[in-house]
């Protein structure tokens, strides 16, 4: 129950991400620097992982569920996705591909994972990798990512019309993009991007900013649409 988008400038990347939760799960604890992995990140504290993260390299790694995926429910005792990106950070030299295959794929529930490589400039530079069934596939990745656990069609169908209208139909820049994950099109609820259903929501919205050897995370700690507090961290 997520959705990400991004776009390129000359110099650098934007990047946005609304993350999607039930209203029963703990609230994640919000980004910080960690030394060890040269990185920053939000945790989620029921996983003890993470579902995005910036490092001080300029590598962005990315996550979203796969609600709709083939023998899901057929797995017992999964380990928690968030330990993907934990998992990749530990390991930044090695073949992502190399990296994920050390992981027990058979017991992590189905994901999509975008990482997108420093200094890139273009959708070639980002490797989008899917697991169902225990299996990785590679393939393109295209702005927005939309995951959401009802009616995936018609929410995937709804924002994209949403965002083709604000962030394609237009020169977009950031602004238009803040829109975007912002919306309550075409009202506050399951369709929209800024999502409220009775049993989940938008729990937090990040930004992702690279601009030449600037990079910076932005974070609020709630639905983009409320006043919720925010932070940002440099890199």
Same mark, same amino acid.
């Given at each position: ?13 934007? !990047? ?5 939760e039930q209203r ?13 992995? #040269? ?21 962005? /790694? ?10 899901? $429910?057929? +797995? ?10 934990? @998992?990749? !950070? ?11 295959? @050390? ?11 975008? /990482? %997108? ?18 299996? !990785? =596939?590679?393939?393109?990745? +295209?702005?927005?990512?939309? $995951? *959401? ?6 929410? *995937?169908?709804?924002? +994209?019309?949403?965002? @083709? ?10 602004? =238009? /993009?803040? @829109? ?8 506050? $609820? ?7 259903? %009775? ?5 937090s919205f990040s930004? +992702? *900013?690279?601009?030449? *050897? ?12 409320? #006043? ?8």
């Amino acid at each position: 129950m997520c959705t990400l988008s991004w776009f390129f400038k000359n110099d650098g990347l934007q !990047l946005f991400f609304n993350r999607d939760e039930q209203r029963s799960r703990p609230k994640a604890v919000p980004p910080a620097y960690f030394a060890e992995h #040269n990185a920053v990140y939000p945790t989620d504290p029921q996983g003890a992982g993470t579902w995005l993260a910036l490092t001080g390299g300029g590598a962005v /790694y990315c996550l979203l569920n796969n609600y709709q995926a083939a023998g899901r $429910s057929l +797995i017992e005792k999964p380990v928690s996705r968030g330990q993907v990106i934990m @998992q990749l !950070l530990q390991q930044p030299q090695q073949d992502l591909i190399s990296a994920l295959q @050390q992981l027990p794929l058979q017991q992590i529930q189905p994901f999509t994972l975008c /990482y %997108f490589a420093p200094q890139a400039r273009g959708d070639d530079d980002i490797l989008c990798i899917s697991l169902q069934g225990g299996k !990785l =596939q590679q393939h393109r990745a +295209i702005s927005p990512l939309i $995951s *959401s656990a009802v009616n995936l069609p018609e929410v *995937s169908a709804q924002r +994209i019309e949403v965002y @083709q209208q604000l962030c394609v139909a237009t020169a977009a820049g950031t602004e =238009q /993009y803040l @829109q975007f994950h912002s919306s309550h099109v075409p009202a506050a $609820s399951a369709l929209s991007v800024c999502m409220h259903r %009775f049993d989940a929501h938008t729990v937090s919205f990040s930004h +992702i *900013s690279i601009s030449g *050897s600037h990079k910076q995370f932005h974070y609020v700690d709630g639905a983009p649409c409320s #006043n919720a507090a925010s932070l940002t961290l440099c890199l």
